[in-house]
């Protein structure tokens, strides 16, 4: 499965290769999530709206929930 998707990392990776976050990758109803130091791994996947509605509130500062 992961050999066909279309990895991206984030354009905030860390670290001197950026390979200290995780990569996305779009499904056509989940976003599969890798960590980019271990690509071989396991790989989670979350629906869309889901994924969404996270990585919203990050932006609003709202996560992580106190």
Known sequence: MTESLRWRKSSYSGGGDGDT????????AHVAIRDSKAPG?????VPAASFAA????????SWPAE
């Open 41 to 45: 791994r396991a790989v989670l996947s």
């Open 54 to 61: 996270f990585i919203e509130s990050v932006k609003l500062g």
């Open 21 to 28: 976050c995780v990569e996305i990758a779009s499904l056509p």
